[in-house]
């Protein structure tokens, strides 16, 4: 089933299943049902892989044994997809989302320089809190289908902020494109890197401190070439039209502005040279 889904949990479902050498049947019939889960007919049967709420709304009956496996998987911060072959259900499956090493320090690196870290994610509340209290991240936003995260990116900016958002899936695309900056992983799909303003080329969370840092490094670079080229003309210009010569006597000739131009252009062109010794680690 989870093989015509793109979604990380569905892949690593997959994988799981591969490594343990099983077969996998032909799917027929294959329907995506954003937020909830997938449905088709495998070998003759329904089939319906998902969440509680797609269980509820297409009239399964939760056997109480795997309901309250599934319950006790769920409150130790699991993320768990439920299975049910012709509105039965049979089982169902427990996938914990794994921390990367550069997480951590990433979310604390962001802290620090003043920036809200919040994490927006579809999962359950239990296992979103859980892993947002691993991190230091105090803004949860769990159990948020598709369609609603770029809902939650309008109601941060109805508050003042300024939103930058990671996503990596082609349902983030919405969100993405509403941020003030959407940021796509590398690694994720097409649609997501289309629509976002910066792609990182890896996963590895410290790239988000990296890409920010080199921003505010072009923009003070930016800013301190503005000043220099505004405040030599203004210098420049008025003793080039000769308004010091009855004065003082002092005039600049054609030949030396030319130079005094070029050398105005190569000081600011050395300044942005200067971004490649940025410390961006």
């Given at each position: 089933?989870?093989?015509?889904?793109?979604?990380?949990?569905?892949?690593s479902i997959v994988e799981k299943t591969r490594a343990k050498g099983l077969s996998l049947d032909k799917v027929t019939d294959f329907e995506a049902i954003p937020g909830h889960g997938v449905r088709s007919d495998v070998n003759g049967k329904f089939i319906l892989v998902g969440n509680r709420k797609l269980m509820n709304d297409r009239g399964v009956v939760m056997t109480e044994e795997v309901f309250e496996?599934?319950?006790?998987?769920?409150?130790?911060?699991?993320?768990?997809?439920?299975?049910a072959v012709d509105k039965q259900l049979q089982g169902a499956v427990a996938v914990a989302d794994t921390v990367r090493p550069t997480s951590k320090v990433a979310i604390e690196t962001l802290t620090s320089m003043g920036i809200e870290v919040a994490m927006?994610?579809?999962?359950?509340?239990?296992?979103?809190?859980?892993?947002?209290?691993?991190?230091?991240?105090?803004?949860?936003?769990?159990?948020?289908?598709p369609g609603e995260k770029?809902?939650?990116?309008?109601?941060?900016?109805?508050?003042?902020?300024?939103?930058?958002?990671?996503?990596?899936?082609?349902?983030?695309?919405?969100?993405?494109?509403?941020?003030?900056?959407?940021?796509a992983i590398g690694a994720g799909t097409d649609v997501?890197?289309?629509?976002?303003?910066?792609v990182l080329m890896k996963s590895d969370p410290l790239d988000i401190v990296r890409v920010i840092l080199i921003s505010r490094s072009t923009r003070r670079k930016m800013r301190q070439n503005l000043w220099w080229a505004a405040g030599y003309n203004i210098i420049?210009?008025?003793?080039?039209?000769?308004?010091?010569?009855?004065?003082?006597?002092l005039i600049l000739r054609p030949e030396f502005a030319a130079i005094a131009m070029s050398g105005s252009s190569l000081v600011v062109a050395l300044n942005a040279i200067s971004l490649k010794r940025a410390k961006i680690e």
């Open positions: 089933m989870e093989q015509g889904s793109e979604h990380p949990v569905a892949r496996r599934a319950m006790e998987l769920q409150g130790a911060g699991r993320t768990v997809v439920l299975v927006l994610s579809g999962d359950n509340r239990s296992t979103a809190e859980r892993i947002a209290s691993e991190l230091g991240i105090q803004t949860v936003f769990a159990e948020v289908i770029s809902v939650k990116v309008k109601e941060l900016q109805a508050r003042g902020k300024r939103v930058a958002i990671i996503g990596d899936g082609v349902n983030d695309a919405p969100a993405l494109a509403q941020a003030d900056v959407g940021i997501a890197m289309e629509t976002a303003d910066v420049a210009f008025p003793i080039a039209a000769g308004i010091l010569q009855p004065s003082i006597g």
